[in-house]
């Protein structure tokens, strides 16, 4: 796999762990996601018969969840077949937890479709799985698209900048959209910045540019806007603070009296 690698001794610690859980665990089994299935948060509750009517309050339920930020371990149950054993939907004896690489998982379930290169381990908190003494843990899932955003030129006013979306998690290659940063009056500038270097989110910062500019030695400040090469693609106009003339700063003496 092209990403569980990075993760590969906590996972396989952590797959250990809780497949040595698997057969010392008393009880039946069944899993609220119907099984293998790394796109829906699922909790694995144990029961103590064989039709999984009675819950078992006294063992804690297993949440599917995030072994790293890219990958999830995914509880199921399952059941011996001619083959060894095999994922089932029904109530079970056995279950097994397996780590799940979320970005190889998108890409096999949607190979022609770029959004589906990019997938992350996500909790859901509206998937909540009964832990002993009223406690609650949230479920968590592969989550598949959405987009990377990286900004060239970070906080800078002075600027004119360009933000990319990038269906990958390292913002890599050809972006699927670009924008710049916009003047919405004469003196303010919208800046676009990312907090990380590729993120997945954006901010909009409001920048005064006359403030900007004289705060910097600055007479004044106007918000101007330039043609400029957005990640090799192709040409927009983005906004910048444009600074006028530098004050001269000196110091008022007077004169000598007698």
């Known amino acids: 796999m092209r990403h569980v690698t990075r993760n590969i001794v906590l996972v396989n610690l952590l797959w250990f762990a809780t497949n040595l859980n698997a057969t010392l665990l008393y009880g039946y089994h069944l899993d609220s996601d119907s099984g293998y299935n790394p796109a829906v948060p699922g909790c694995l509750e144990t029961y103590t018969d064989s039709s999984c009517s009675s819950y078992d309050n006294t063992v804690d339920s297993l949440n599917d969840y995030c072994g790293s930020d890219d990958v999830l371990m995914e509880n199921y149950t399952r059941t011996i077949g001619l083959t060894g054993w095999v994922n089932t939907t029904g109530c079970s004896k056995s279950f097994s937890t397996v780590p799940v690489d979320c970005t190889d998982f998108c890409h096999a379930s949607n190979p022609t479709d770029r959004r589906f290169d990019y997938g992350k381990c996500v909790a859901d908190p509206t998937i909540l799985c009964t832990l002993r003494m009223g406690r609650k843990a949230p479920a968590s899932k592969c989550k598949c698209g959405g987009t990377s955003i990286k900004d060239s030129d970070g906080f800078d006013p002075g600027t004119p900048g360009c933000t990319g979306e990038f269906y990958n998690r ?89």
């Open 170 to 258: 390292s913002c890599s290659g050809v972006p699927t959209s670009t924008s710049g940063d916009w003047c919405s009056s004469a003196t303010t500038l919208f800046e676009t910045t990312t907090q990380l270097g590729c993120d997945v989110s954006r901010e909009t910062k409001v920048v005064d540019c006359d403030k900007w500019c004289k705060e910097r030695g600055s007479k004044s400040g106007t918000c101007d806007t330039q043609e400029i090469s957005c990640y090799n693609t192709r040409s927009l106009w983005s906004g910048y603070c444009k600074c006028g003339q530098q004050q001269v700063l000196f110091r008022q003496v007077r004169p000598n009296t007698t």
